[in-house]
T-cell receptor, first 114, second 112 residues
Framework: NAGVTQTPKFRVLKTGQSMTLLCAQD?????MYWYRQDPGMGLRLIHYSVGEGTTAKGEVPDGYNVSRLKKQNFLLGLESAAPSQTSVYFC?????????????FGNGTRLTVT | KQEVTQIPAALSVPEGENLVLNCSFT??????LQWFRQDPGKGLTSLLLIQSSQREQTSGRLNASLDKSSGRSTLYIAASQPGDSATYLC???????????FGSGTKLNVKP
């Protein structure tokens, strides 16, 4: 019973490098989300998707791009990493797009940009 | 934009105590209020969800209340256990997840 799986778990990048975070869910959920969590701050929504082939901007989208080519996968890309992007990134999914639908979270990716 | 605040940031109590975690929000026009638990190195797990028309929800030793008029929610944990040690986050917002705002959490340590 995998649920939401994120890879990698840890990554260290140098400023200017690029990388892609992968999120996979096996629950057939339509909605998927990328959040970042920083010390002393709550989770903030980066981008989200309401279905295969769709993406939308959240609260803090700058510096990130996303793609949802397959229903089960949601990719988060950093084209040119900056130290301000050092954070823990969480992927989540839900059956419905309303906040009455439970959110299922992955275990996170800890990214450090030096 | 909704601001969600959780005070204190950390709390340490001896096993067996009853305790209350606080959550305050600035915009009372919320759709619901949710409480989550986060264990170290893990994602969030939903504990309780209170709809805007409700005043409280209970699950086992947990009871969450909501007072929209004062912009406050509390999570009551009865007879705390070391296994309750975790970070507890609240989140409030509108109908859709793009208007769903998290607090920064209260880190709870229950000492044996």
């Amino acid at each position: 019973n995998a649920g939401v799986t994120q890879t990698p778990k840890f990554r260290v990048l140098k400023t200017g490098q690029s990388m892609t975070l992968l999120c996979a869910q096996d629950m057939n959920h339509e909605y998927m989300y990328w959040y970042r969590q920083d010390p002393g701050m709550g989770l903030r929504l980066i981008h989200y998707s309401v279905g295969e082939g769709t993406t939308a901007k959240g609260e803090v989208p700058d510096g990130y791009n996303v793609s949802r080519l397959k229903k089960q996968n949601f990719l988060l890309g950093l084209e040119s990493a900056a130290p301000s992007q050092t954070s823990v990134y969480f992927c989540a999914s839900s059956t419905l797009g309303t906040t009455a639908s439970p959110l299922h979270f992955g275990n996170g990716t800890r990214l450090t940009v030096t | 934009k909704q601001e969600v605040t959780q005070i204190p940031a950390a709390l340490s109590v001896p096993e067996g105590e009853n305790l209350v975690l606080n959550c305050s929000f600035t915009d009372s026009a919320i759709y619901n209020l949710q409480w989550f638990r986060q264990d170290p190195g893990k994602g969030l797990t939903s504990l309780l969800l209170i709809q805007s028309s409700q005043r409280e929800q209970t699950s086992g030793r947990l009871n969450a209340s909501l007072d929209k008029s004062s912009g406050r929610s509390t999570l009551y944990i009865a007879a705390s256990q070391p296994g309750d040690s975790a970070t507890y986050l609240c989140a409030s917002g509108g109908y859709n997840f793009n208007k769903f705002y998290f607090g920064s959490g209260t880190k709870l340590n229950v000492k044996p």
